[in-house]
Nanobody
Framework: QVQLHESGGGLVQDGGSLRLSCAAS????????MGWFRQAPGKEREFVAV????????VSADSVQGRFTISRDNAENTVYLQMNSLKHGDTDDYCC??????????????WGQGTQVTVSS
């Protein structure tokens, strides 16, 4: 079993930036396709970004395109989400996930506990 632990969330002003980290333990992170998701209370989980096992390719949701960047450092067993130009609508609980499959159709089996991002207006 791999355990995922997110960090880096917090309160940021509109237009500001945050860098989320997802550190893995128990397994080598390079085994997994990694993704970031977000969820607001009472709403469905929303896809944010996904990155392949080597970090060569990544796909981001249209809603964050040009503002958020997913990356990974397998040597550090960590996946990142750099969030720039944050808007009030980005206020959500952000979770990282690990799974098999591929970039287009990943099956996420492991999830972190989440880190809260709040963007003040």
């Amino acid at each position: 079993q791999v355990q995922l632990h997110e960090s880096g969330g917090g309160l940021v002003q509109d237009g500001g930036s945050l860098r989320l980290s997802c550190a893995a333990s128990g397994r080598t992170l390079s085994m997994y396709v990694m993704g970031w998701f977000r969820q607001a209370p009472g709403k469905e989980r929303e896809f944010v970004a996904v990155i392949d096992r080597t970090g060569t390719y990544a796909v981001s949701a249209d809603s964050v395109q040009g503002r958020f960047t997913i990356s990974r450092d397998n040597a550090e067993n960590t996946v990142y989400l750099q969030m720039n130009s944050l808007k009030h609508g980005d206020t959500d609980d952000y979770c990282c996930a690990a799974g098999g499959g591929d970039l287009v159709d990943a099956a996420f089996d492991y999830w972190g506990q989440g880190t809260q991002v709040t963007v003040s207006s």
